[in-house]
């Protein structure tokens, strides 16, 4: 097993202060790496899938670690949706953005009444660009 360590760093000096900031993770137990560049076209495609146990093209639930997709175009975003039983989520990737996940669970709540979560595993994640084809980096650890 290894350790995968991230760092997220802002730099910025706003009116000659010093706003920036740098945080670091060390993630332990990861014992599988997947680095990908996909193509991501204008109709919604799968990019990853979840499930009770590893299968082709099919990662075991509760096992992420850590999760980036990164929008390498420079004009169009990338809509992404997370799907989990009868809950979903969307999530817009605008031109060198990135989205970070570090578990496989979610919740969704389209009334925003709940009171109480029950967060449930994520089954899939598509994605779809904009207005033409983009490359979507995808980089998992899982244990």
Known sequence: MA?????????LILNGKDMGN???L?????????????????????ILLF???VAAG?????TLKHLRLTNLDDTNFIQIRIVASSQQYYAKI??????????????AD??????SESFVNIDAIHAKANTAACELEVFIATT
């Open 58 to 62: 099919t990662y075991a639930d509760s």
């Open 26 to 46: 060390s993630i332990s137990g990861v014992n599988s790496a997947e680095h990908r560049i996909v193509e991501v076209a204008t109709a919604e495609q799968s």
């Open 51 to 53: 499930g009770s146990a």
């Open 22 to 24: 740098e945080n670091l």
């Open 110 to 115: 389209a009334t925003g009444s709940s009171s």
């Open 94 to 107: 605008e031109p060198g953005e990135t989205f970070i996940l570090g578990n496989s669970e979610m919740y």
């Open 3 to 11: 350790t995968l360590k991230v760092t997220i760093k802002e730099e």
